[in-house]
């Protein structure tokens, strides 16, 4: 399994950024994905997840309405975009596969950093 994150970067609060992560080593489409992260000196948070046919998807209520995630099966990738960033969406994100009420066991990449702030 190898889950390579990009598109993270610094922005101003109220803008906006797309991450990507692009996945090999499994079947792709069979599987559900995760978006998690991390603010500095925190646990891991789950963000949003969706199932393996790219139905359904659902976010934790910090960021409803804020974030979107999709994904592509053709091109192995899966998206979250990030709109009306706030300093507290500060942390790095985290792609994972599969989904899990212990974010620990969830295989995941090496994360993208995202930082808002003016």
């Known amino acids: 399994v190898q889950l390579v994150e990009s598109g993270g970067g610094m922005v101003q609060p109220g803008g906006s950024l797309r991450l990507s992560c692009t996945a090999s080593?499994?079947?792709?489409?069979?599987?559900?994905m995760t978006w998690v992260r991390q603010a500095p000196g925190k646990g891991l948070e789950w963000v949003a997840r969706?199932?393996?046919?790219?139905?359904?998807?659902s976010s934790a209520d910090s960021v409803k309405g804020r974030f979107t995630i999709s994904r592509d099966n053709a091109k192995n990738t899966l998206y979250l975009q990030l709109d009306s960033l706030k300093p507290e969406d500060t942390a790095i994100y985290y792609c994972?596969?599969?989904?899990?009420?212990?974010?620990?066991?969830?295989?995941r990449g090496q994360g993208t950093q995202v930082t808002v702030s003016s």
């Open positions: 994972a596969k599969g989904i899990s009420m212990d974010l620990e066991r969830l295989p």
């Open positions: 080593g499994f079947t792709f489409s069979a599987w559900p």
């Open positions: 969706i199932n393996g046919a790219g139905n359904n998807p």
